[in-house]
């Protein structure tokens, strides 16, 4: 009997350093094709066309999945096993994350797009970023491309949009900033009726805010005449074009244009100006992070991203859709021709610069502004 529970227990024992040994050889693999999203995140899937056994590509943004779709659903076509993971968050948690998992073993997603470039080209210097065959950068549009790390494949300019009920509001729309001045000023007393970016929050509000301040000489009286108007704080622009069209305000200042176009083709009651004088623009960038888990599908991703196939899907986002393509269509160009991914726009992320032109921007805008209108 003591001879037989000695062999059992011998045989228990081999029988759990092989259970040990084989976790032990897996653990790194689960490892590899784990991913817990951030906190917050708004994840989007996309699912692959055919049956595949390849893990996710993961991309984590700062914009909502609505713009991406387009481009994600053609690269599916040509990678129809490419199952899709999208996680968006806001911009400033989007820079956090990543910064989290360059210096502090973090979990990086595949690859990083934006509209924040200086975002990018931060992590790029911080040596956060996988280096891309250079065809990928002498691709992009206007061969807008950091050290092949950081690589342009659309931009984002600034708009206005009003609304269509137009018995309240003043004479014919302004097309620039002057006329625009003048416009708020001969406004009738409605409060709240004005949306804007709440710039503290919101990267995007705040680059483009930015740009506005080294472009506009009467900036500072903008800042004034809007504040004037108690006008509501937004984080995104298609939050406030949903705003807009609901009829909640009057008119959104500085909306990305491409959320405004496609919210006219799919019916929106909105009417949209890009100004005349000058336009705030952002690119709109991807990097693939140096820990990235499927540096390969990134990379196959980023070479779509600035195919001609996907430059259409981007000229087609900046064509007005009220306009026949052949005018259309240099519009869109030049916008596109636009792009830039140079380190000056770390600028952006000056702590000093920062500072000052948000206190100007309190002191005309927020303060009148109350928690409330900072819409989520």
């Keep these: 009997m003591k001879r037989r529970l000695i062999l059992a227990a011998a045989l228990a024992f081999a029988l759990a350093a092989a259970l040990m040994a084989w976790f032990l050889l897996r653990a790194p693999a689960v490892r590899q094709g784990h991913f817990d999203p951030p906190d917050g995140a708004i994840v989007t899937y996309f699912p692959a066309r055919e049956p595949t056994e390849e893990l996710p590509l993961v991309i984590s943004s700062s914009m909502d999945a609505g713009f991406m779709r387009p481009f994600l659903l053609a690269y599916q076509r040509h ?6 993971v999208y996680l968006q968050s806001r911009s400033n948690a989007f820079l956090e994350s990543a910064l989290d998992a360059c210096h502090r073993s973090g979990q990086a997603a595949d690859i990083y797009l934006t509209a924040s470039t200086d975002h990018l080209v931060r992590l790029a210097n911080e040596n956060c970023a996988q280096t891309l065959p250079s065809s990928i950068g002498a691709a992009a549009p206007a061969r807008a491309a950091w050290r092949d790390q950081v690589v342009a494949f659309t931009v984002e300019p600034a708009a206005f949009v009003f609304g269509r009920r137009s018995t309240e509001l003043p004479g014919p729309m302004p097309t620039n900033h002057s ?27 705040y680059n483009f805010a930015a740009a506005d301040s080294r472009q506009m000489v009467i900036y500072g009286r903008l800042l004034e005449a809007l504040g004037r108007a108690s006008t509501r704080l937004y984080c995104c622009s298609n939050v406030m074009v949903d705003a807009v069209d609901r009829g909640e305000i ?12 496609a919210a006219q083709r799919a019916g929106s009651r909105i009417q949209v100006v890009l100004p005349d004088d ?5 690119t709109v960038s991807l990097m693939v992070p140096r820990s990235a888990r499927s540096p390969a599908a990134a990379t196959s991703l980023a070479a779509f991203l600035v195919s001609d196939e996907a430059r259409r899907i981007a000229l087609h986002d900046l064509a007005p859709p009220d306009q026949p393509n052949g005018k259309a269509g240099p519009q869109a160009e030049q916008l596109l021709a636009q792009a830039s991914v140079t380190p000056l726009l770390l600028s952006l992320q000056d702590r000093a610069r920062r500072t000052r032109l948000i206190r100007e921007w309190r002191e005309a805008i927020a303060k009148s502004a109350s928690p409330v209108d900072r819409a989520p």
């Design 179 to 205: 006329q625009l001045l003048e416009w708020l000023r001969r406004l009738p007393q409605v409060r709240g009726r004005i949306g804007g970016y709440d710039i503290e929050a919101s990267a995007d509000g």
């Design 250 to 261: 009057l008119f959104a200042y500085n909306v990305q244009l491409s959320y405004a176009y």
């Design 278 to 282: 000058f336009q705030s623009l952002q």
């Design 79 to 84: 990678y129809p096993r490419a199952t899709i």
